[in-house]
Nanobody, 113 residues
Framework: QVQLVESGGGLVQPGGSLRLSCTAS????????MGWYRQAPGKQRELVAA?????NYADSVKGRFTISRDNAKNTVYLQMDSLKPEDTAVYYC?????????WGKGTLVTVSS
């Protein structure tokens, strides 16, 4: 069973930075597509960034967020810079392997002064 554990959320001021981490177990990480989604209050969950055969970003975070992965540590990261209040959401780690989707429990990011 694939398990995903996120960390790194918290409260940050507008313009600040945070780095989220997600460590996976139960999967061959190097062959697993990884990504980050977010869900703001009252909104649908949306893709933020994905790392698989290619790297993709939501238009709203391009140039500010960077997804990276360390296959030796089974970990995917989301570096978030120039944070805005509208980035406030619960951020979920996502993994896809063999046509199966897996989700972490989420970590809350709050951008507020």
């Amino acid at each position: 069973q694939v398990q995903l554990v996120e960390s790194g959320g918290g409260l940050v001021q507008p313009g600040g930075s945070l780095r989220l981490s997600c460590t996976a177990s139960g999967t061959r990480f190097s062959l697993t597509a990884m990504g980050w989604y977010r869900q703001a209050p009252g909104k649908q969950r949306e893709l933020v960034a994905a790392s698989g055969t290619s790297t993709n970003y939501a238009d709203s975070v391009k140039g500010r967020f960077t997804i990276s992965r360390d296959n030796a540590k089974n970990t995917v990261y989301l570096q978030m810079d120039s944070l805005k209040p509208e980035d406030t959401a619960v951020y979920y780690c996502h993994a896809r392997r063999n046509f199966m989707n897996y989700w972490g429990k989420g970590t809350l990011v709050t951008v507020s002064s």
